[in-house]
């Protein structure tokens, strides 16, 4: 009994052990990702920032109607939803979908809904509701053309009167051990405060600003779009990160717990076939 007893815990000890490997090369893989996403979203928040501050300019200087500023008359919101396509990453997923359902279900199906990534997908799929887009094989490292896909269908629903707002739900990177989900309105752009500088009496824009505003919004849109898909990919490594570590810690509690075990009934299993030696030498006596 002692010697099966003895088996069963080896082949968990080389059980856990394997796990354990992975687990860590996985881990020192989200590491090196994560270095790498932090880098290329340093670098386009730069870009963003100052993209942002010339819409912002364009948007308050501007009179009178625009489709990107003043809406439509559409009531429907758009949500794009941006998630992993591969697991084991924690609660990243969990988050922002179960954040997302609460306020698709006080939407009382007055809205459309779009998914990037394959786990977002899954989770939706098996709530029983209907993805209008799916977007899938998202790169650790965001591109314009993956941005310009889901920015060029948000805004042909927005333009064509489908939807009158736009909103992305994606988690905000904040630093390696924080992070939050969002969900940020694309369009409409919005209107200046009323205590707002009108610039546009200090300003003189050439083609005239509403030409400006048009060509400018869809770029500024697909720009947004891309920053906030390096944020989602900032987290969703963090997370892994974070949940590698822990499940490698994890396994070495497991193996120091089994290893105590299997020494524990090695023992008793020696003090037994000493104590059988002894009686049976006695015995012959």
Do not use: W
Request: proline share 2%; aromatic share 8%.
């Amino acid at each position: 009994m002692a010697g099966s007893g003895l088996i069963g815990i080896k082949r968990r000890i080389k059980s856990v052990t394997n796990t354990k490997k992975i687990t860590k090369a996985m881990g020192l893989v989200a590491t090196a990702k994560l270095r790498k996403s932090r880098e290329k979203l340093d670098i386009n928040n730069n870009y963003y920032d100052s993209f942002e501050g010339i819409i912002k300019d364009l948007v308050d200087s501007h009179e009178g109607y625009n489709i990107y500023k003043s809406g439509n008359e559409s009531s429907k919101k758009l949500y794009i939803v941006i998630t992993s396509d591969s697991g084991l990453c924690g609660g990243f997923n969990g988050n922002i979908v179960n954040r997302t359902i609460d306020q698709l279900k006080v939407q009382n199906g007055n809205y459309l809904l779009n998914v990037a990534g394959e786990k977002g997908i899954a989770y939706f799929e098996r709530f029983k509701f209907n993805i209008n887009k799916k977007y899938v094989d998202i790169s650790d490292l965001p591109t314009l053309k993956e941005a310009r896909d889901i920015s060029n269908d948000a805004l042909g629903l927005y333009e064509n009167g489908e939807v009158g707002e736009v909103i992305l739900v994606y988690t905000r990177f904040i630093s390696p051990v924080k992070q939050e989900v969002v969900f940020e309105k694309l369009l409409p752009l919005g209107t200046k405060s009323e205590d707002e500088y009108n610039y546009e009496k200090y300003i003189k824009f050439e083609p005239d600003i509403d030409s400006i505003l048009n060509n400018a919004a869809p770029i500024y849109i697909k720009e947004k779009i891309l920053n906030l898909m390096i944020h989602s990919k900032s987290s969703e490594q963090s997370t892994r990160m974070s949940a590698m570590d822990g499940a490698t810690k994890n396994a070495n509690d497991l193996l120091d717990k089994y290893k105590l075990q299997y020494n524990r009934m090695r023992q008793g299993a020696i003090t037994q076939e000493i104590s059988e030696i002894v009686g049976g030498a006695e015995a012959q006596k």
